[in-house]
């Protein structure tokens, strides 16, 4: 898990934009974007770990938090500001909870959608934490 701070351009007067780029700003290369709005405040969403996917969440509008948990520690990251990124590899129990209203999620992700992918069974993920799943995966 990491913050990124995406670069920002412009001013008060005109605006702003950001963007970034799959090789130059990211570890991962983009196959897909996906975005989730007209969340109600209080809504939380994800409930899984992904088994090979990296996936650099922001936050254009609204304030989510994100929870993160590697199977011994959890993090929570408020995504608050357009310009911060927070990337979520794989192996990462997480949680987004809506803070606000209208607060939109926009992911760019590692790979297509495969719901073979995911761990959505809690006590699975940990059984995988356990066995040292991710790391047997990386010498792969
Ligand atoms: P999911 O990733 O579980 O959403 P969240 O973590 O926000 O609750 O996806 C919700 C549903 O959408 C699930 O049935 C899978 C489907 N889906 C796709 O078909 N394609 C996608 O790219 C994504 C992200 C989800």
């Known amino acids: 898990m990491s913050i990124v701070y995406l670069k920002r351009l412009g001013c008060e007067t005109k605006g702003f934009l950001s963007f970034f780029e799959s090789g130059n700003d990211l570890g991962f ?4 974007v996906y975005y989730i709005y007209q969340v ?3 809504t939380k969403r994800g409930g899984h770990a992904h088994r090979k996917l990296s996936q650099l969440l ?3 509008y609204g304030q989510i938090k994100i929870i993160l948990d590697n199977g011994f520690q959890k ?6 500001e357009p310009s911060k990124g927070l990337v979520v590899s794989k192996g990462i129990w997480h949680d987004m909870i809506w803070e ?7 992911v760019a992700a590692s790979d ?5 992918d995911y761990i959505r069974d809690y006590d699975e993920f940990i059984r995988l934490v356990k066995e040292d799943y991710w790391h047997e ?3 792969k």
Request: charged share 30%.
């Open 100 to 106: 606000k209203t209208d607060s939109v999620l926009c």
């Open 40 to 42: 109600p405040a209080g």
């Open 112 to 116: 297509y959608y495969d719901e073979s």
């Open 75 to 80: 993090d929570e990251i408020v995504l608050d």
């Open 29 to 32: 290369n983009i196959k897909r």
């Open 58 to 60: 922001f936050c254009p």
């Open 137 to 139: 995966c990386s010498k």
